[in-house]
């Protein structure tokens, strides 16, 4: 050992020693360090969080259909404080029962769905596939049609059957790429009455078509604006206090998003995004994903666009993507902070919360 020469590796934070051999530590961390995060001028261990939910035996536990999770929801009903964790897969959706460990049935599909979105309005959770009627769950019994009728009643005997994408947006309900009366509106946004998610006729309810031409294709928020996205645009929109209920404007005619599971903020409400040509995005900024551009986000796969799905994680600070990498199924997830960029080869459908007692 006598030819090795002792180093040390430092953080710049508090100084930095000068009178021996030093590595500064990005010099030594890279993005390609697995299972590792730089944080607060450390490097400390990712904390990975369990992947399945787990029977009284300690056993993994598939849904009873067998079919993969694409997507999980959570809602703490505010007035008795319960967590509750729902399940969807491309036929049925389940409420993991904490107490006998399973999934129990809340709703089944009238035919399997590629993709599902869910909102918590008014202690309830409202999930809409495209597929179904817009669906509504009080976490008691199943899920049923929003407006039990017909579908949502919008003018006299007139119904919006199926929606592609929601959001709950300065305590409105909102709506967008529609199917009603028959036809579908993939121009189209449309609210309820303020703060009554059974109400589309009356009072506040109303609808507005977001440009001529090119599809919405998922909501976000950015400082206090609804973002809506279109698929080659963007337009932000604002509550006003007239009939018109709501203002927009464009803020790009050239660039939008392709995937609304893309779609997502972080804990200082940065609203980021897979946009139209191939990066990802973040709205004050701009495009984020040089440094991985060529080796990693050049090579999604193309026809599996919609599956990209995203994530917050506040206790690591990273914004997460799961992604199809080279393949039609998700297989790597990558994980942007502050400027950095890490990735991970795992094989994630779709992310979840849940904190069982």
């Known amino acids: 050992m006598a030819d090795k020469e002792i180093f040390g590796i430092f953080a710049t934070i508090g100084g930095l020693k000068k009178d021996f ?3 500064l530590i990005q010099n030594v961390f890279t993005p390609d360090n697995s299972n590792v995060l730089l944080k607060d001028g450390k490097i400390i261990r990712r904390k990975m969080r369990e992947k399945d939910l787990l029977d009284n035996n300690g ?3 598939q849904t009873p259909d067998t079919f993969p999770i694409i997507h999980y929801h959570r809602i703490v009903k505010r007035a008795t ?4 964790l729902l399940a969807f897969t491309k036929a049925h959706i389940y409420h993991w029962n904490p107490d006998t460990k399973t999934f129990d049935l809340k709703f089944t599909c009238s035919a399997d769905c590629e993709n599902w979105e869910t909102v918590n309005y008014n202690d309830k959770v409202v999930a809409t596939n495209f597929l179904d009627k817009v669906l509504v769950w009080t976490t008691s019994g199943n899920f049923v049609a929003l407006d039990t009728t017909s579908g949502i009643e919008y003018e006299t005997g007139i119904y919006l059957t199926k929606a592609k ?3 709950v947006y300065e305590s409105y309900l909102i709506l967008g790429y529609t199917y009603e009366n028959g036809n579908y509106y993939p121009q189209r946004m449309r609210w309820n009455a303020i703060g009554e998610e059974e109400n589309w006729i009356t009072g506040t309810s109303g609808s507005t078509e977001v440009g ?4 919405i294709t998922g909501f976000g928020e950015y400082q206090g604006l609804l973002i809506v996205f279109k698929k080659y645009s963007y337009a932000k929109y604002w509550l006003v206090a007239t009939d018109l209920r709501f203002n ?4 790009s005619m050239e660039i939008g998003c392709l995937c609304s599971g893309s779609i997502v903020n972080d804990s200082k409400g940065r609203l980021y995004w897979y946009a139209s040509d191939g990066t990802f ?3 004050s900024t701009g495009t984020i994903s040089g440094p991985i551009q060529t080796d990693i986000v050049d090579k999604i796969y193309k026809t599996s666009i919609e599956k990209i799905r995203s994530k917050f994680i506040d206790e690591t600070g990273e914004v997460c993507w799961s992604i199809p990498f080279e393949n039609a199924l998700n297989n790597k997830l990558i994980t942007f902070n502050e400027g950095k960029w890490l990735q991970v080869n795992l094989a994630i459908p779709c992310f979840g919360d849940y904190h069982e007692a």
Do not use: Q, R
Not at 81 to 84: F, P, S
Not at 212 to 215: A, G, L, N, V, Y
Not at 248 to 251: E, K, V, W
């Open 21 to 23: 051999p030093v590595i």
């Open 59 to 61: 056993d993994k536990f």
């Open 81 to 84: 404080g319960i967590e509750y």
């Open 165 to 167: 994408h929601l959001i």
């Open 212 to 215: 001529k031409s090119d599809i």
């Open 248 to 251: 927009g404007a464009f803020i």
């Open 281 to 283: 995005k973040e709205f």
